[in-house]
């Protein structure tokens, strides 16, 4: 098992900028992936950016260049700051670990991220 334990939500202007992190422990496999989707009110969930632990990263077309994802290996934890954050960037962000190899993976509680115009 795996937890994963989020924070850094919270309401902000457009415009403004927030980090979320996100604390793993538990049974951590050396090889996987740490990542952030988030869920809009009505959508589906999406995912936002991942960083494996040898540091290939991933990022949605809509958060390029406004979004950065970082991880620190030896904390096991995963990073996302968001810059230039729009209204409809409002959704609950959710991390997840994914061991390579697995079918299957763990997620966070979720933290809500609320941009106001």
């Known amino acids: 098992q795996v937890q994963l334990v989020e924070s850094g939500g919270g309401l902000v202007q457009a415009g403004g900028s927030l980090r979320l992190s996100c604390a793993a422990s538990g049974s951590i496999t050396k090889d996987n992936i740490l990542g952030w989707y988030r869920q809009a009110p009505g959508n589906q969930r999406e995912l936002v950016a991942e960083?494996?632990?040898?540091?290939?990263?991933y990022y949605a077309d809509f958060v390029k260049g406004r979004f950065t994802i970082s991880r620190d290996n030896a904390k096991i934890t995963v990073y996302l700051r968001m810059t230039s954050l729009k209204p409809e960037d409002t959704a609950v962000y959710y991390c997840?670990?994914?061991?390579?190899?697995?079918?299957?993976?763990?997620w966070g509680q979720g933290t809500r991220v609320t941009v106001v115009s």
């Open positions: 960083i494996s632990n040898d540091f290939n990263e």
């Open positions: 997840y670990f994914h061991p390579l190899g697995s079918m299957s993976g763990y």
